[in-house]
């Protein structure tokens, strides 16, 4: 029954979202799920404020207790390569990459997203690449996105997709305009909702990087465009986009093997995968809140392995 109610809220919202306006659905959602999902927020928010030390020094003894990184307008870039379970996920990603990377994914209900975007890891693979969980739970990377939220966040148990290592590459792709997540857009399955994007391999404007515009330089761009208010597109044109804003005021995140963005993609425009000439590849760690801005708990959770000795912190950011 609760799956059927969820697929008719879900069907009703994202029919009528346009009309409705993406901002006022989001409000009503988050005010619904702050309601129903109360004692799972209630849990968060307390280990945060109460439990800290005990959370975060259980899961990690070498933690230094507070996280050297701190997002700024809405982004941190760490390119320091020094983050614990990072060699290891990065070793995952690399089978991933020398297993798949590189063919011709079109069609794979799995592994296509667009054209030019293909996901080289599904998230019910990571009994497979259990390596891939390693970075995402270190508390050096809990710590930070837990400072930003003000509470112990979740990798994403619905869509966004929680963890997934994916390629963006122009060969598959025939000549075409941008289109999709190529364009200026704000995430808003959740608020605050950070992304952990980590370069797989090295990084550069010919691998159609991650480009963001940050927190306060969005916020500006939202009031002149009234974004996500009723009848206005979800994407942005570059046309649209640079009549409020100088192209200047962007940031692309190319950079080394083992870099790492912290992003609020919430509050901050972003597009990614153009042009690019040359593969590009990432892992990416969705975080959000237990109370979302949209209503697809109600049809499912993701369900992350679990291992034995497991620290609560651990089993609290994966939902169990």
Same mark, same amino acid.
């Given at each position: 029954?609760?799956?059927?109610? $969820? !697929? ?16 006022? !659905? ?24 109460? /439990? ?32 614990? $379970?990072?060699?290891? %996920? ?31 890891? %599904?998230?019910?693979? =990571? ?8 970075? $995402? ?6 710590? !930070? ?15 966004? &997709? ?5 390629? @963006? ?11 999709? @997540? ?11 909702? #950070? ?5 797989? /391999? ?10 963001? =515009? ?7 761009? !939202?009031?002149? =465009? ?18 409020? #804003?100088?192209?200047?005021? /962007? ?11 912290? =992003?609020?993609? @919430? ?43 497991? @620290?609560?912190?651990?089993?609290? &950011?994966?939902?169990?």
């Amino acid at each position: 029954m609760a799956e059927v109610i $969820g !697929t008719a809220v879900n069907d009703f919202f994202g029919r009528f979202q346009h009309r409705l306006g993406i901002a006022n !659905t989001r409000r009503i959602a988050k005010a619904y799920n702050t309601v129903r999902y109360r004692a799972e927020r209630a849990e968060v928010v307390e280990g945060y404020e109460r /439990r800290y030390d005990e959370l975060f020094m259980g899961n990690d003894p070498g933690y230094s207790g507070a996280p050297r990184n701190k997002l700024d307008d809405g982004w941190v870039i760490d390119r320091s390569g020094n983050f614990p $379970g990072l060699e290891s %996920s990065l070793a995952e990603a690399e089978r991933l990459i020398e297993e798949r990377g590189g063919q011709d994914l079109r069609g794979n209900a799995e592994l296509a997203q667009q054209q030019y975007l293909f996901h080289l890891s %599904s998230i019910n693979e =990571l009994n497979r690449y259990p390596g891939l969980l390693d970075f $995402g739970t270190s508390s050096e990377v809990l710590g !930070t996105v837990a400072d930003y939220m003000g509470m112990v966040p979740t990798i994403a148990l619905n869509l966004p &997709v929680g963890i997934r290592v994916f390629e @963006s590459t122009n060969r598959w792709c025939p000549p075409m305009a941008y289109n999709e @997540s190529q364009l200026y857009h704000r995430d808003i399955h959740d608020m605050p909702l #950070v992304y952990a994007i980590v370069l797989a /391999r090295d990084a550069t404007e010919h691998t159609g990087p991650w480009t963001f =515009l940050p927190a306060s330089v969005s916020a500006r761009a !939202t009031r002149a =465009l009234n974004y996500q208010k009723w009848r206005q597109p979800y994407r942005v044109t570059d046309e649209r986009m640079y009549d409020v #804003v100088d192209p200047s005021e /962007r940031i692309v995140f190319t950079g080394k093997r083992g870099d790492v963005l912290f =992003l609020d993609t @919430s509050r901050c425009f972003h597009y990614g995968s153009r042009d690019a000439v040359e593969p590009g590849y990432r892992i990416m760690y969705a975080y959000t809140t237990r109370c979302r801005t949209d209503f697809r708990l109600m049809l499912y959770r993701q369900q992350f392995p679990r291992r034995e000795g497991d @620290s609560a912190l651990r089993r609290m &950011v994966l939902g169990q």
